[in-house]
């Protein structure tokens, strides 16, 4: 069984401030690990990804991620957001067992205010 | 290539009325998925497909049918559609398990009265 929760619902940040959403996982296998952004009235878009090696991992808009493997962590940092970082953000994971089943968080909305 | 496609962006429903949710994708993608998007509680996976002529369950498969005759297709039927179906659905396809990412349809949001 695998699960993932994402530590904060909401997060309110000021405009080119740094910004950490947190995301803890669980997994009885070996699993990859994804972060997607949700734009209103959208579907989900991938941000990162980790397979292996690197636990840094760097994703579209200046986005990153770090793999923790002993914290079973996968938080995602930037280091200066912008007004159009305004989304909801999910972290996923999925593996090769399970039939490839994707594990979802609850979504944390990023809210930048100017 | 036009991606995940899904019709129609939005729908009314009256409780016990059935109809069709359409998900095509052009990537010659093997897997396909729906989800259901409800306030505060992320995705939940209804059925997924691995392959033409394959398809199972997800975490919430009571209420939905699905099938799958061509690589492209995976359409989704609520057989008689009660209130508790009122959510937005996301279709999704990916090349294979493991380490694909998955890539997203635009969203279909249903309400049932």
């Known amino acids: 069984a695998q699960s993932v929760t994402q530590l904060d619902s909401q997060v309110p940040v000021f405009e080119e401030a740094p910004v950490e959403l947190r995301c803890n996982y669980s997994?009885?296998?070996?699993?990859?690990l994804f972060w997607y952004v949700q734009y209103p009235n959208q579907g989900l878009q991938l941000l990162l990804k980790y397979l292996s090696g690197s636990t840094l991992v760097k994703g579209i808009n200046g986005f990153e991620a770090e793999f923790n493997k002993s914290q079973t962590s996968f938080h995602l940092r930037k280091p200066s957001v912008h007004i159009s970082d305004t989304a909801e953000y999910f972290c996923a994971v999925r593996g090769n067992t399970n039939a490839g089943k994707s594990t979802f968080g609850d979504g944390t909305t990023l809210t930048v205010k100017p | 290539n036009a991606g995940v496609t899904q019709t129609p962006k939005f729908q009314v429903l009256k409780t016990g009325q059935s109809m069709t949710l359409q998900c095509a994708q052009d990537m010659n993608h093997e897997y396909m998925s729906w989800y259901r998007q409800d306030p505060g509680m992320g995705l939940r996976l209804i059925h997924y497909?691995?392959?033409?002529?394959?398809?199972d369950q997800g975490e919430v498969p009571n209420g939905y049918n699905v099938s799958r005759s061509t690589t492209e297709d995976f359409p989704l039927r609520l057989l008689s559609a009660a209130p508790s179906q009122t959510s937005v659905y996301f279709c999704?396809?990916?090349?294979?398990?493991?380490?694909?990412?998955?890539?997203f349809g635009p969203g279909t949001r249903l309400t049932v009265t």
């Open positions: 997994s009885s296998v070996s699993v990859y």
């Open positions: 497909s691995v392959g033409a002529g394959i398809t």
């Open positions: 999704a396809s990916s090349l294979r398990q493991g380490h694909y990412e998955q890539y």
